[in-house]
T-cell receptor, first 109, second 114 residues
């Protein structure tokens, strides 16, 4: 059974702070990793994709991948109230995505 | 680019009726389309994978005779929930791949079965 694990939260961060989200996966055959943001009642929106070990930065977001530890993380810098959402981590093996349960983030003004 | 639409966005139906949901890739040809279901406060669960012109591949535990998938073209896939029951009420989301791996999601369809 392929699994992706996330802390469900909520992760409460003050506005302007850094939000740090973590994700672990069980399938060592996973090649690609994705972070999606999902607002309540809406479908997921792609934030970042990462394929190789190390960091990848895109604006206020930084994804980190460590395949040896089977660990993916997402940092959100300068958190804004509009970042309040559920963040889904997904691992891809073949053409299928396996999603974690999501971490709910609350950014407080 | 990479816009995926779904129709309808919301549907309410009576128990025992069938409901069809359309998923379209608007600005690209999708090699593969996927159908997910999401219950409240749960994550997305893959129901089936669909390639144009071939039969869909269903995940374990998903009834293929109940959830009919037709992938008529490279831009259109449909999901028909047959003989819907209240336990089928859920948020149904499709996605499509343009490149080798990135999935782009439609806005979802909220199904309520009375």
């Amino acid at each position: 059974q392929k699994e992706v694990e996330q802390n469900s939260g909520p992760l409460s961060v003050p506005e302007g702070a850094i939000a740090s989200l973590n994700c672990t996966y069980s399938d060592r055959g996973s090649q690609s990793f994705f972070w999606y943001r999902q607002y309540s009642g809406k479908s997921p929106e792609l934030i970042m994709s990462i394929y190789s070990n190390g960091d990848k930065e895109d604006g206020r977001f930084t994804a980190q991948l460590n395949k040896a530890s089977q660990y993916v993380s997402l940092l959100i810098r300068d958190s804004q109230p509009s970042d309040s959402a559920t963040y889904l981590c997904a691992a891809q093996g073949g053409n299928k995505l396996t999603f974690g349960g999501g971490t709910r983030v609350l950014v407080k003004p | 680019g990479a816009v995926v639409s779904q129709h309808p966005s919301r549907v309410i139906c009576k128990s025992g009726t069938s409901v069809k949901i359309e998923c379209r890739s608007l600005d690209f040809q999708a090699t593969t389309m996927f159908w997910y279901r999401q219950f409240p406060k749960q994550s997305l669960m893959l129901m089936a994978t669909s390639n144009e012109g071939s039969k869909a591949t269903y995940e374990q535990g998903v009834e293929k005779d109940k959830f009919l998938i037709n992938h008529a073209s490279l831009t259109l896939s449909t999901l028909t929930v047959t003989s819907a029951h209240p336990e089928d009420s859920s948020f149904y989301i499709c996605s499509a791949t343009r490149e080798a791996d990135t999935q782009y999601f439609g806005p979802g369809t909220r199904l309520t079965v009375l």
